[in-house]
């Protein structure tokens, strides 16, 4: 059969073009020209609001890759994602298991409970907790001294040591709701037949989760790593208002990084939108890495 | 094991508090002037356009934004336009105002970011003389004192581009302590400059007191600029005569024209910092807290000693006017006389006009008649010493007394005028444009020893002072290939007496 010129079937399926036209320019917009605009600038020496801008190729990439503030920055964005998604996975799972079971009558409290973090806006949480975990009168040190746990109040925020476990458990806090709910609904995709066949089988309790259960919902939690993964990269409003990096660069994520190069700083100097948007490509480049990675082992295990 | 006692504020304290401050303000403790309606507002010298409008304001806040707000309501009243203020801390300023100004939105008049280069404002456009809006500006400008309006600060190309309504006569790092706890302490901080051993001794003395309730010491950690204020000045107390202002002038001795962050008299500072550390005097949890958020601790009774700015006379007196406390000069090395402090010429607070502005005639009228005597009258008996009001006959009419007064009358003992290289050379300007602060920061380095994650801090220190020096060195390399007849020289002012002011004519004699 002849096959028709592209013209004629771009003008055959015409409607389809112009409706897909306002998402498309939406997406130019705001996703396809900030991107290219940002590898654009990072090719240059420009603090961003000056007129002068200089190209310099690759020297901001060059002077990034022998930053070792900005190899830190990458090293603990990573500590973050490893400490915080492993735990909100097996918890958001064994929350979501408990939950799932229509036998509990009190289920959809707790399911509000446990998600209403993930609805308060996470500026407020972050402003919030450095009262709630601050050396002098708050409830965290008041608890851990009421109960002998301590004998002089910890500094959660101001201690390196525990600044980004600190800042790590109340990430896991304020999402895990939504976590549970990703679990919640990969749970419920599991056939009631299934619970039953298998309780006919014989198997009951970890078996049944572990031989019959798991496997079903294996797909959903690669998908769900892989959101979670994500997430736990783009941290910056929680580390901003927590403890804005410190003390001394130790809960400094990458987003910091890059927030506090592309800015004026304290320290009163003109700011580098050129250097910040190298370490954002060389990081954006990173995390897309990962989730391809992600992708081909979502892939393989859909094939098994 | 014992446990510690907690400071408890219960809410009947804080109701008392109000309480006696209500009475207070009934009673007329507080200065008149600070309540809204009784501005003197002069009529315009020239009729101001009819059509109204909103006119957008921002700066640090603090007390000017307490003054602003008494005034602005009055003002644009009588002006028939709306004002929008945002007072907001330097760290917001540093972020808002850059973004603003890129995507056009600016506020029609606004403080440039800490370490901008006004000479880049102007060049790029940003901003717009106040000449067209400031009736008889000559004139006006005659009334200020010397020094205040120079070109290559906030003059250029023959017009005032930058107004400053203040004076930068001040340090932020006074003894600012508890009057009961460092009596109770032994030590009175107004019979003499107490020494390094004898703060520490009385913030260990204090802390002793408290059995955990108070400690001797606090600052807000977590507000970098902080630690580098505190041993800038410390140290130029000790001896380590150097500028004020941005990268460029700070940590640097005119006479040789180079950093100085490795001396004998930083080191002192830091080790006095690590050492109230160690002896266990320092408030716990130093570290997340931010220079406010310390200060609002003060009159709760937490600490005995910060080492703060004369803001906290204004906010404290609002907030716990109970409260007695005491303010005195920064402390000296022991063993050793109190140098000078310095400042660059210039005043402070300086506020631009945007360029895409249509409110010039009103923010030219505002501003003139707050750089009248009048006008200076009621700012400095609404800011007092916390940003002192640039025209010192209007601050001695203002009848300021108290903290205040004493602390004016401090810093006109202890401050001196001090070398510009901007004033030298405008081209300066361009060498502020390029540079750079180092990573890690002198504030970040002494932020890193405090915490412990950095060790040794003469080593620390001799590896800034060379990342600065090296800062510097590559900022003027990049000024020259782009043009700028700078060299390191600049920096250098042979002639400078570090115990007298470095007026006009010590530069026409280099």
């Not at chain 1, 458990?169 to 749970?187: D, E, F, N, R, S």
């Not at chain 2, 105002?97 to 940003?126: C, K, Y």
């Not at chain 2, 550390?277 to 937490?302: T, Y």
Request: glycine share 10%; aromatic share 12%.
């Amino acid at each position: 059969m002849h096959k028709k010129p592209l013209s004629k079937q771009i003008y055959d399926a015409r409607w389809c073009y112009l409706f897909v036209l306002p998402c498309s320019i939406l997406t130019g917009m705001f996703v396809i020209y900030p991107i290219g605009m940002s590898w654009y600038f990072s090719l240059l020496d420009w603090s961003g609001f000056t007129k002068e801008a200089k190209f310099i190729g690759l020297q901001n990439y060059y002077e990034a890759v022998n930053d070792e503030f900005f190899w830190d920055a990458f090293i603990r964005s990573f500590i973050f994602m490893f400490g915080t998604v492993p735990v909100k996975i097996v918890l958001g799972f064994i929350i979501a298991v408990f939950l799932n079971n229509q036998v509990l009558k009190l289920a959809p409290f707790f399911r509000t409970v446990i998600f209403m973090p993930v609805v308060t806006a996470i500026a407020i949480i972050g402003i919030v907790m450095t009262f709630v975990f601050s050396p002098f009168n708050g409830p965290a040190n008041k608890f851990l001294m009421s109960t002998n746990l301590t004998s002089a109040p910890i500094d959660f925020l101001g201690n390196p040591d525990t600044v980004l476990p600190t800042v790590m458990g109340v990430y896991v806090w304020k999402w895990l709701g939504i976590t549970m709910m990703y679990w919640l609904a990969a749970l419920q995709t599991v056939p009631q037949d299934v619970y039953d066949a298998a309780k006919i089988d014989g198997a009951e309790g970890y078996r049944l989760w572990i031989h019959i259960i798991l496997p079903i919902v294996l797909p959903f939690a690669i998908v769900i790593i892989l959101v979670e993964a994500v997430g736990a990269l783009n941290v910056f409003p929680l580390i901003e208002t927590m403890t804005a990096g410190g003390p001394f660069f130790s809960s400094e994520v990458m987003e910091i990084y890059i927030f506090r190069t592309a800015f004026v700083t304290d320290s009163g100097t003109m700011p580098r939108l050129g250097y910040a948007c190298a370490a954002g490509v060389f990081w954006g480049v990173a995390v897309l890495f990962i989730t391809v990675l992600q992708g081909l082992w979502m892939r393989r295990t859909r094939r098994i | 094991m014992k446990k510690k006692k907690e400071l408890k504020i219960s809410r009947r304290t804080v109701m008392k508090g109000a309480l006696a401050a209500g009475a207070m303000m009934s009673a007329g403790s507080i200065p008149s002037k600070l309540f809204a309606g009784e501005f003197n507002i002069p009529d315009p010298l020239k009729p101001l356009p009819t059509t109204g409008g909103n006119m957008r304001w921002i700066d640090s806040g603090d007390m000017k934004g307490v003054f602003w707000k008494k005034l602005f309501p009055e003002y644009a009243a009588s002006r028939g336009i709306t004002i929008e203020y945002d007072g907001l801390p330097w760290k917001e300023i540093n972020k808002i105002v850059p973004i603003a100004i890129r995507n056009g939105t600016v506020h029609d008049v606004f403080q440039l970011p800490i370490g901008m280069d006004p000479g880049v404002a102007v060049s790029e456009g940003w901003v717009q003389p106040w000449d067209d809006y400031i009736e008889n500006i000559d004139e006006w400008l005659g009334a200020f004192p010397s020094g205040v309006y120079l070109p290559g600060v906030n003059q250029f190309n023959g017009k005032t581009y930058g107004t400053c309504l203040t004076a930068n006569k001040r340090t932020g790092t006074c003894l600012l302590y508890s009057e009961k706890y460092m009596s109770e302490a032994g030590y009175d901080p107004q019979a003499g400059r107490m020494t390094y051993s004898e703060i520490r001794d009385a913030a260990k003395k204090i802390t002793k007191n408290g059995n955990g309730q108070y400690y001797g010491w606090i600052i807000g950690g977590n507000q970098v600029n902080r630690w580098e204020d505190v041993v800038h000045t410390f140290g130029q107390v000790g001896g380590a005569h150097s500028g004020r202002g941005g990268f460029t002038n700070r940590h640097i001795n005119f006479q040789n024209g180079k950093f100085q962050i490795a001396s004998d008299q930083y080191m002192e500072a830091v080790e006095l910092l690590l050492q109230l550390k160690s002896d266990g005097s320092a408030f716990p949890g130093v570290m997340s807290m931010n220079a406010p958020q310390a200060r609002a601790l003060m009159p709760q009774g937490a600490a005995g000693m910060i080492f703060q700015g004369p803001w906290c006379i204004g906010v404290w007196g609002r907030d716990a006017p109970d409260w007695k406390y005491g303010i005195a000069s920064e402390p000296v090395p022991d063993g050793k006389e109190a140098q000078p402090l310095y400042i660059a010429e210039g005043g402070s607070n300086t506020f631009w006009l945007s360029a895409n502005s249509t409110m010039g005639p009103f923010a030219g009228d505002l501003i003139r008649f707050m750089g009248t005597e009048q006008g200076q009258i009621y700012w400095a008996q609404t800011v007092g010493a916390a940003d002192p009001a640039v025209n010192p006959d209007a601050v001695a009419k203002a009848g300021l007394t108290g903290p205040s007064a004493q602390a004016l009358a401090m810093f006109a003992e202890n401050i001196l005028v001090g070398p510009n290289p901007i004033v030298r050379n405008k081209d300066v300007g361009i060498v502020a444009a390029k540079s750079r602060v180092p990573d890690p920061s002198l504030a970040l380095v002494i932020q890193g020893l405090y915490t412990g994650q950095l060790k040794g801090v003469e080593a620390q220190l001799k590896d800034c002072n060379q990342r600065y020096e090296d800062a510097l060195d590559k900022a003027v390399e990049e000024a020259r290939a782009d043009g700028a007849n700078v060299t390191r020289d600049d920096w250098v002012f042979p002639n400078w007496d570090v115990y007298s002011n470095y007026g006009a004519e010590k530069y026409q004699e280099l």
